[in-house]
């Protein structure tokens, strides 16, 4: 990887072949803002015409509940706009104690090592909405990916296959949109159709999980399906990598204040 601030190198890469020969991956942090909405996202020209993946190397540092709705976008959104092809949220679990900065971050908090209790923020669905329904090698659809209507604020949509195109999924998210949308989907240029899956997230809700929808099949040729206002929907032919058996929620260690569990040592420890 090169560089981890800003694509500056990009502009050494396309200029110097023997430090672009040595490249295989050009890195910056906050592509769509630092802790910004995630609206819009962007890499430079250069950065675009060296022939490197892009990444979003550093993302986050937003609360695990409060950062999912500018998630949600900037996954989407980071190829759309700059065409970055991995989105790396810091960090995975935040395990900072409550008296530090940044004791919220990242997609899962467990910042009390002494009770064992931890919580599944909003912003790991999110991811999951993507991370569970393709696979490293996936390739991105350019021509089944944008802004649905036309218009960044009915949100956006991209979508991923298999190398060998026997697979397929679809991620929609619709964080600004005011009403449903409904949305007709073909599947064209040798991918699999059928029955489509469809998991969806609703982060209007307090305690949003992802969750199976009703499954989709074809009228006339074409699939269609409704999306509501601050949703997450994956429309896809996998199964979900085992998502079936993980999405509910499950009995968590209860959280306890850490002079307590002192204070229930034995005497000389």
Not at 21 to 43: F, L, M, N, P
Not at 148 to 163: E, H, I, T, W
Not at 184 to 197: D, E, F, K, M
Request: net charge neutral.
């Amino acid at each position: 990887m090169g560089a981890d601030n800003d694509w500056a190198i990009a502009n050494d890469i396309v200029s110097r072949p023997a430090l672009a020969s040595a490249v295989d991956i050009i890195g910056a942090h906050y592509t769509c803002g630092y802790r910004s909405d995630q609206t819009s996202c962007g890499s430079s020209a250069n950065a675009q015409v060296s022939g490197k993946q892009l990444w979003s190397s550093e993302n986050g540092s937003d609360d695990a509940d409060a950062g999912a709705t500018a998630m949600a976008r900037g996954i989407n959104r980071g190829y759309l706009d700059a065409r970055t092809t991995a989105y790396i949220n810091w960090p995975l679990t935040a395990s900072i104690t409550p008296n530090l900065d940044y004791n919220g971050v990242g997609l899962i908090r467990a910042n009390q090592p002494w009770s064992g209790a931890y919580n599944v923020g909003r912003s790991a669905w999110v991811m999951a909405q993507t991370s569970q329904f393709t696979s490293p090698g996936w390739k991105y659809l350019d021509t089944a990916g944008g802004y649905v209507g036309g218009d960044r604020a009915n949100g956006s949509y991209v979508s991923y296959a298999a190398p060998d195109k026997s697979a397929w999924s679809t991620v929609f998210e619709t964080m600004d949109a005011t009403a449903d949308q409904t949305v007709s989907l073909s599947v064209t240029g040798g991918l699999p159709g059928g029955t489509l899956h469809v998991w969806t997230t609703d982060m209007s809700t307090d305690h949003p999980r992802m969750v199976p929808a009703s499954d989709l099949t074809a009228s006339s040729g074409s699939y269609q399906l409704t999306l509501r206002p601050k949703g997450l929907y994956t429309v896809t032919t996998t199964n979900g990598a085992g998502a079936r058996n993980r999405h509910g929620p499950t009995a968590l260690p209860a959280q306890a204040s850490l002079c307590r569990q002192l204070r229930r040592l034995p005497h000389g420890q």
